[in-house]
């Protein structure tokens, strides 16, 4: 079954606030977080491009503002080569 954009951003912002919860533990992210950054990552360039993940990472982020450049960066790094995404 081929995922929508609403649920691969839907996974997107699960993942984030489950992010945002290891930051506020004082806690950094797992290689499981990494893998599924990934392959969120992946699956939003295969529906949309670039335009799709940068609007879906845009509205994930929102909710958790304290912790958005964290978050971002991490999005970055793991999204890094993934379409035109440069980190």
Not at 6 to 33: K, N
């Amino acid at each position: 079954m081929t995922k929508t954009a609403t649920q691969v951003e839907a996974e997107l912002a699960s993942l984030l606030q489950a992010m945002a919860f290891t930051y506020a533990d004082g806690q950094r992210p797992t290689d499981q977080h990494a893998a599924d950054m990934k392959r969120i990552g992946q699956e939003l360039n295969a529906i949309g491009g670039m335009e799709l993940m940068q609007a879906a990472l845009q509205r994930a982020t929102e909710p958790h503002f304290e912790y958005y450049e964290r978050l971002s960066g991490f999005c970055d790094h793991s999204w890094n080569g993934i379409g035109g995404w440069l980190a």
